[in-house]
């Protein structure tokens, strides 16, 4: 999880866009090129494409849109330029060429090496071919003002069905999902005070509860447990069917936990699908841009972006609170790249090993959506995977819908490299600060927590065996501290605390020291304790 601070990915809003021929910005391109060519001899690609550039970041500006240079897309081929939206979906696509090339020949390259023409403009300073939706749409003459104003209109102008209706169902599922949220909490809140009623439900929410005191927080309150189940309720079909993954509340440790629970509520009168009914076309939309999302041409990363963003807006409509307290904004997709990139290098530059390595074991303690994990998947050689998978990543997740999406992604993203599906054994549902305590009972014992499940608690156990040599990942800060009970948000961790309190605390000189007690200082001094005094990476 990244800063709770940023306030995420906005509700994109499409503002029009004017574009004259004798606009300022339209004049000072030409005015460019005159001084780039004319006055500094310029003539190569590489010089001359700046005056387009600019031209094509002040209209996205305009849109809100941002241009970004040079991205490897995951097909492999890398445009010159991306516009990408505020909710992170690309909206268009720019290559330059030389003057001296022959740009439809060029064109013809391009698109045989797998370059996107969902809306996608080619030019060489003097003509430019723009290509939507997978067609031709038609050549200009940008020696012209004229023509250079239509094909910045039409480029810019360009909508997909997909992104507009994602944009429009998702505003209203976020309106929406307050009154879901409040109706479903008083049927569940209804269903638990009628003694003389669904005596079933009582007491298996009673004993879900009691399951939640011991893993999450032995103060969690009762609300706390109760927004679980809806967001249970009102997520579990939107990740299931993104992953085309039926069976998911029945092979996931937790949510065939929940799945009890609302087994019992659902029994008596409660009927899910009618109740739900009213949620298709937000449901539906936002699965038709999933697969839009993942359309092939920057498919995994895009898919990562999406489900993160999707995730964002459910927590801003269903509780900005939550939202808040848990710091529930991701890590970029580049930033997650980069992370990874430097644990490779520094594997190998001052350990001598390879991510591949057995035995080199990698855990993410605040994983989110499952993002880090799914990029050191990417970077194991297939031959490798099955042994990685299988003993050496693990990952935690104390919320409960990212902890669903992790494992759907984690487990997805290995299917789709090795064509096999295996469940991912090295998530687990727990309070990662939390492991770091030891439970003594009376008679002087360490007893070992039931975490949800007893299949979570093996994994559990299995973790806290495990000599870990690299923790990545980027747990949430300035949010007093991840704990489901809103009302408890600095819990104390006795184990961390005291650990702080004799090294950072005692050896600083500063007179205000409760910042030290911060989460995401919290997380640095259990991950280099986790370590063991191993060699290791953190």
Not at 272 to 282: I, N
Not at 344 to 354: D, P, Q
Not at 477 to 506: C, F, H, L, M, W
Request: charged share 25%; net charge negative; hydrophobic share 40%.
């Amino acid at each position: 999880m990244a800063n709770p601070r940023h306030n995420g990915a906005q509700l994109a809003t499409q503002p029009q866009l004017t574009i004259g021929e004798k606009d300022k910005a339209i004049a000072t391109y030409y005015a460019t090129l005159d001084e780039l060519a004319g006055g500094q001899g310029v003539q190569h690609e590489g010089g001359l494409r700046r005056a387009f550039e600019t031209l094509l970041a002040h209209y996205a500006a305009q849109m809100k849109w941002t241009l970004i240079g040079e991205v490897t897309l995951d097909s492999g081929v890398r445009p010159d330029g991306v516009l990408r939206d505020a909710s992170l979906f690309y909206r268009g696509y720019w290559e330059a060429k030389d003057t001296h090339d022959k740009l439809d020949e060029e064109i013809e390259k391009k698109i045989r090496a797998g370059y996107p023409l969902a809306n996608t403009i080619f030019e060489d300073t003097q003509r430019a071919v723009l290509y939507q939706n997978g067609k031709r749409i038609g050549a200009f003459d940008l020696r012209l003002p004229r023509e250079l104003a239509d094909l910045l209109r039409t480029f810019f102008g360009h909508r997909e069905a997909e992104i507009e209706n994602f944009e429009t169902a998702m505003a209203a599922f976020q309106e929406r999902i307050p009154d879901l949220a409040r109706e479903l909490k008083k049927l569940i809140a209804d269903e638990r005070s009628d003694t003389s009623t669904n005596a079933a439900f009582r007491d298996a929410f009673a004993s879900f509860y009691a399951l939640c005191q011991t893993a999450i927080d032995p103060r969690i309150s009762i609300e706390a447990v109760e927004e679980m189940l809806v967001q249970h309720l009102l997520t579990e079909r939107l990740f299931r069917t993104i992953f085309n993954n039926p069976d998911f509340t029945r092979r996931n440790a937790v949510a065939a936990e929940i799945e009890r629970v609302i087994d019992t509520l659902t029994a008596r009168s409660f009927n899910r699908d009618g109740f739900l009914q009213g949620l298709d076309r937000y449901y539906l939309a936002v699965e038709g841009a999933a697969v839009y999302a993942a359309r092939g041409e920057d498919g995994w990363t895009e898919k990562q972006r999406f489900l993160n963003l999707v995730y964002e807006r459910f927590f801003q409509g269903f509780s900005v609170r939550q939202a808040d307290t848990h710091g529930i904004v991701y890590t970029p997709q580049e930033i997650v790249n980069f992370m990874c990139a430097s644990v490779e290098e520094v594997l190998t530059a001052e350990f001598g090993r390879a991510l591949a390595d057995p035995g080199v074991q990698i855990l993410d303690p605040a994983t989110g959506t499952g993002n880090f994990i799914v990029n050191l998947l990417r970077r194991i050689p297939a031959r490798s995977l099955p042994q990685k998978y299988a003993h050496d990543l693990f990952c935690n997740e104390i919320m409960l819908l990212p902890y669903y999406i992790a494992s759907l992604n984690i487990e997805h993203a290995y299917y789709s490299l090795t064509g096999q599906y295996q469940p991912f054994e090295g998530i687990c549902f727990a309070d990662t600060l939390e492991l770091a305590e030891r439970v003594v009972n009376r008679e002087g014992v360490v007893e070992h927590s039931l975490w949800i499940s007893e299949k979570n608690s093996e994994r559990v156990e299995r973790e806290k065996q495990a000599p870990i040599m690299v923790v990545i990942g980027n747990p949430p800060y300035n949010v007093g501290q991840v704990s489901e009970n809103d009302n408890n948000k600095n819990r104390r961790y006795p184990t961390i605390d005291g650990r702080i309190r004799d090294t950072y605390a005692k050896d600083s000189k500063a007179t205000l020291k409760n910042k030290l007690y911060d989460a995401y200082v919290k997380f640095f001094r259990w991950a280099t304790d986790r370590l063991q005094g191993r060699d290791g990476i953190v």
